[in-house]
């Protein structure tokens, strides 16, 4: 069964630094989100991206972050100067269609981002 | 503001019990509602969408009610491996899923 994939799946870094998580979606897939969960807390919503542009973004995804599909297969998130806050785990996720049109959304196992 | 809340719990229930789950969305507007599940530091799962008509899938059956804005989830002859978060999750008519902060459940032997 096809699957979401991220790397890596934990990444530690000091505050200030910059990170990349790297997400490949599954191969037919037209949409593709990150979403992220601090713990124990719920999972929230950052940004969706669709056609090669963000499509929808959360209050949370601010100037510190960015998302690009640099080729045909990855989707990445860059946050480029990380504060203590930004630890949580960061969920990729895809979907065929869109959530718009009730498409399932299938994630990825996530990436532990920690910050000191 | 678009929200969904549930009972976080825990519940604990033994083996065999049928434990059900409530949600409620802010949202009378909201197109589609689903159940997901989340082990332990994993990624959410999908367990199942909830459909107007209620719908069914093994020993689990989920039901929607729009005049009450209230999703529910009912596990029968519930296992061990059932334990876990059982999270609600609403598609407000946007590109994104809303979460709800999710109701552990814990099955003892």
């Known amino acids: 069964e096809p699957e979401v994939t991220q790397t890596p799946s934990h990444q530690v870094t000091q505050m200030g630094q910059e990170v990349i998580l790297r997400c490949v979606p599954i191969s037919n897939h037209l949409y593709f989100y990150w979403y992220r969960q601090i713990l124990g807390q719920k999972v929230e919503f950052l940004v969706s991206?669709?056609?090669?542009?963000?499509?929808?973004k959360s209050e949370i995804f601010d100037d510190q972050f960015s998302v690009e599909r640099p080729d045909g297969s990855n989707f990445t998130l860059k946050i480029r100067s990380t504060k203590l806050e930004d630890s949580a785990m960061y969920f990729c996720?895809?979907?065929?269609?869109?959530?718009?049109?009730?498409?399932?959304?299938?994630f990825g196992p996530g990436t532990r981002l920690t910050v000191l | 503001r678009k929200e969904v809340e549930q009972d976080p719990g825990p519940f604990n229930v033994p083996e065999g019990a049928t434990v059900a789950f409530n949600c409620t969305y802010s949202n009378s507007a909201s197109q589609s509602f689903f159940w997901y599940r989340q082990d332990c530091r994993k990624e959410p799962k999908l367990l199942m969408s909830?459909?107007?008509s209620g719908n069914e899938d093994g020993r689990f059956t989920a039901q929607l009610n729009r005049a009450s804005q209230y999703i529910s989830l009912l596990i029968r002859d519930s296992k061990l491996s059932d334990s876990a978060t059982y999270l609600c999750?609403?598609?407000?008519?946007?590109?994104?899923?809303?979460f709800g902060t999710g109701t552990r459940l814990t099955i003892i032997p």
């Open positions: 999750v609403v598609n407000f008519g946007n590109e994104k899923l809303t």
């Open positions: 991206f669709y056609n090669n542009e963000i499509s929808e």
């Open positions: 996720a895809s979907s065929t269609q869109g959530v718009r049109l009730t498409d399932t959304q299938y």
């Open positions: 909830v459909y107007s």
